[in-house]
C-alpha cells in the first residue's frame, strides 16, 4: 500500500518561512518524480514543484520561482519544500505527489497525500 505523509504546515506571518516534508512508503520511488501542488478554498488543486528521481531536474510554477526550493532524499523517499518569503496568497492545503514524469497537472500523477495546511497571515 501506497502511502505519502506530508508535515510540517502551520500558521506563519507574511515574509516566514516553513519547510515542508513528504514521507513516501510502500514502495520504492527512486524512479518517479515527485511534486508538490496546493490547493486554497474556492479553487482548484495548482501546481507548485517537481523534482526528478535523481534530484538533478526542477521544474516550478511561476508565482513561487525564487522563493520556494524543492529538494529530496531519494535513499529515504522523501521530498522537502523549502518556502521562504511567504506572502498570503500562498495560503493552501499543499500535497505531494508521485508520478512517473515531471508532470505538472493533477491527473499526470498516480499517488497523493492527504496534505498539510499553510496559512500566510499579513
Known amino acids: 500500500q501506497v502511502q505519502l505523509v506530508e508535515s510540517g504546515g502551520g500558521l506563519v506571518q507574511a515574509g516566514g518561512s516553513l519547510r515542508l516534508s513528504c514521507a513516501a512508503s510502500g514502495r520504492t520511488f527512486s524512479s518517479y518524480a515527485m511534486g508538490w501542488f496546493r490547493q486554497a478554498p474556492g479553487k482548484e488543486r495548482e501546481f507548485v514543484a517537481v523534482?526528478?528521481?535523481?534530484?538533478?531536474?526542477?521544474n516550478y510554477a511561476d508565482p513561487v520561482k525564487g522563493r520556494f526550493t524543492i529538494s529530496r532524499d531519494s535513499g529515504k523517499n522523501t521530498v522537502f519544500l523549502q518556502m521562504n518569503s511567504l506572502k498570503p496568497e500562498d495560503t493552501a492545503v499543499y500535497y505531494c505527489a508521485v508520478s512517473g514524469i515531471m508532470g505538472t497537472t493533477v491527473r499526470e500523477y498516480d499517488y497523493w497525500g492527504q496534505g498539510t495546511q499553510v496559512t500566510v497571515s499579513s
Open positions: 523534482i526528478n528521481w535523481t534530484g538533478r531536474l526542477t
